[in-house]
């Protein structure tokens, strides 16, 4: 009787199944793709990922695979129609969903003896064992209902409606919440605690597939009609996004690290959903007519039934492929230099695939190193490779020339001067500087600076750069152009008509030959015609009014300025041949007055009157 019915279900609801079967290959590691009967549907590994269970509908068996010869080992019968397999997680029983004659067959994986057989709804499909192992549901879907079962007593404890022609139960982590697909459009959620269903998730492209993420955040279910995966929040029960995958998609598998999620196809391509960003990768060339795909628990490996070709699939996962990345630091001739890519991934070697590197530098064990001996820039290409594949880094190494030479270079206005770098550098190059002093000229090839400066004296900084393929180097000399001889001086005090008593400051500008001129008041010595003048150095004070004559002496060159002092009223202080025109005015005005003048040294004092 359900042997017909095994037909009339695949045609109602995986019609894929009849589309043309392509040829059978898988991605081989550690082998090729494993025959193990006709039109297998469901499987799984034991926890302990030694042996892969998979139904074969057709002969009503289980096949039994050793993953690490990848021989099948002796079948187990089990009901009519097997359709899928759930394991407990102490692996000590499994459980297979019967579709022809609704019942699930309790299996000792041990020994591969019947221990029950639990009769179950109407053609019970996708079988699922929550996390916590206290709980099998059983999605029976003819019945539009779920068959609650007890692992310890292997009875059905419950039947919760669904909605209809339900095919697939995934369990949340904290096996708090199943969800149930009902290929008519819609997600029943059901409280595994109470069994009663606390919401519907509506959907509308023919949902097949679910999985619960490891973090029990989000909700994967495929939609067979719409080729196409729909990211459903399980806080909220909202579709939040939609991935397009491979044509028909069906069974949905999260990889342990909950990084991935892998989507059989019936067009024989497992399609890969970057849960980060929810967008396909490259997808997996596999079997015709795909349908379920299980992980080993540490994720290296998967099966993959291929329902059209009689096989499996045996798909390696060793985690991800080798990255490398880096951007190396530019290398001078001459100096040590180490370049050390960051690669990620098991067991990668790092080798030079193009270019050449420069030379005294060489790659070993994955880090570049030496000490460059010739300048440029060299293009290269490093390929990081594992047993998944390889990843390459294009980068360019560029190793910059040197340019040193004095930090200093000084010489007098009108005198030839010349400043000598040490370049180490390609054969083509090139060598710049800022501004130069007048009269001075920069070799662009050998980057001597040299010439007569003919500018005003000053210190001024240059930068002197040479440029190959390599990169830029530069040095700083600061060129100080100082005078040329002084060849005469010019004296011009504060004050040209100072007081008796007053202090003047001089100034001493020198010239010289080219038009030059600078203070030299500090370096010139100053005298003066009259003896008695103070001078501190170009300071001069003035004890008596009259004409001086000072003078700045530099060296051979001098100058000098007539200063007349005024006298101050009421003081004495004339020089000599001032004093000897006064003194006869001075008797005159004295014998009007009736004064007696008395000669005090050279001073006149009035004589006291006699006492009456």
């Known amino acids: 009787m ?78 009519s129609g097997p359709m899928s397999i759930a394991f407990l997680p102490s692996g000590l029983k499994a459980y297979v969903a019967n579709y022809n004659d609704d019942s699930v067959t309790v299996i000792d994986p041990a020994t591969g003896a019947i221990l029950s057989t639990i009769p179950v709804g109407d053609a019970p499909f996708f079988i699922a064992v929550s996390p ?21 007593t292997d009875a059905v404890v419950a039947i919760r409606p669904v909605g209809a022609f339900p095919v697939a139960v995934a369990f949340n982590p904290s096996s708090t919440r199943a969800y149930v697909v009902n290929s008519t459009n819609n997600v029943t959620v059901i409280d595994v605690t109470t069994a009663t269903v606390v919401a519907t998730i509506p959907l509308t492209g023919m949902p097949y597939g679910a999985a619960v993420s490891p973090d029990g955040a989000w909700l994967y279910v495929s939609q067979y009609s719409t080729d196409t995966v729909s990211v459903i929040d399980a806080a909220t029960n909202a ?45 997996i060339p596999v079997g015709a007519g795909s349908r379920i795909l299980a992980f080993i628990p540490s994720g290296t490996l998967a099966y993959v039934t291929n329902t059209n070709a009689d096989t499996i699939s045996v798909i390696s996962f060793d985690e991800t492929l080798p990255t490398i990345a880096g951007t190396p630091a530019a290398g001078t001739i001459g100096a040590s230099y180490s370049f050390t890519p960051t690669v990620t991934g098991p ?50 190494l560029a190793v910059a020339p040197t340019i040193t030479g004095a930090a200093t270079a000084t010489g007098p206005v009108g005198t030839p001067l010349a400043w000598t770098p040490v370049i180490n550098a390609a054969v083509d190059y090139t060598v710049g500087s800022t501004a130069l002093p007048a009269g001075l000229f920069l070799n662009p090839v050998t980057g001597v600076i040299s010439g007569t400066p003919s500018g005003a004296p000053a210190a001024t900084p240059v930068t002197v750069t040479v440029t190959d393929a390599g990169g830029t180097a530069s040095v700083i000399v600061t060129i100080t152009v100082t005078h040329a001889a002084a060849q ?17 400051t001089l100034t001493v500008t020198a010239l010289d030959s080219y038009g030059n001129t600078w203070d030299v008041s500090g370096a010139a010595v100053i005298t003066s015609d009259v003896p008695t003048d103070v001078i501190v150095g170009n300071q001069v004070t003035f004890p008596h009014a009259s004409p001086h004559r000072l003078t700045a002496t530099l060296g051979a060159v001098s100058g000098s300025a007539l200063i007349q002092v005024s006298a101050v009223a009421g003081v004495l202080g004339l020089t000599g041949t001032v004093l000897g025109l006064w003194m006869p005015l001075a008797a005159v005005i004295a014998t009007a007055l009736g004064v007696v003048l008395i000669r005090v040294g050279p001073r006149m004092l009035p004589e006291p009157e006699e006492a009456g």
């Open 2 to 79: 359900k042997a017909t019915r095994v037909a009339a279900a695949s045609l109602a609801v995986l019609a894929a199944l009849a589309l043309t079967a392509s040829p059978a290959w898988g991605i081989a590691t550690p082998g090729a793709p494993i025959t193990v009967g006709n039109a297998p549907v469901g499987v799984t590994f034991n926890p302990a990922g030694t042996r892969g269970y998979v139904t074969i509908s057709s002969t009503n068996k289980v096949a039994v695979v050793d993953r690490a010869t990848g021989t099948t080992l002796a079948p187990i019968t089990v009901g």
């Open 132 to 152: 916590d192992g206290t709980r099998a549901y059983v999605p029976n879907s003819f019945s539009a209902s779920v068959s609650v079962i007890n692992t310890t």
């Open 488 to 504: 005469s001086l010019t004296v011009s005090p504060s004050d040209g008509n100072p007081a008796q008593g007053q202090t003047i």
């Open 347 to 396: 067991a990668v070697t790092v080798t030079l695939q193009a270019g050449t590197l420069p030379a005294g530098l060489s790659l070993t064990g994955g880090v570049i190193s030496g000490t460059p001996t010739a300048t440029g820039s060299y293009p290269i290409t490093l390929r990081a490779t594992n047993g998944n594949g390889h990843a390459d880094l294009v980068v360019t």
């Open 239 to 283: 579709v939040v996004a939609t991935v397009a995958v491979g044509n028909e998609p069906e069974g949905v598998t999260f990889n342990p690290a909950g990084t991935k999620v892998y989507v059989p196809t019936v067009a024989g391509v497992v399609s890969v959903i970057d849960v980060a960003t929810r967008t396909p990768l490259a997808p």
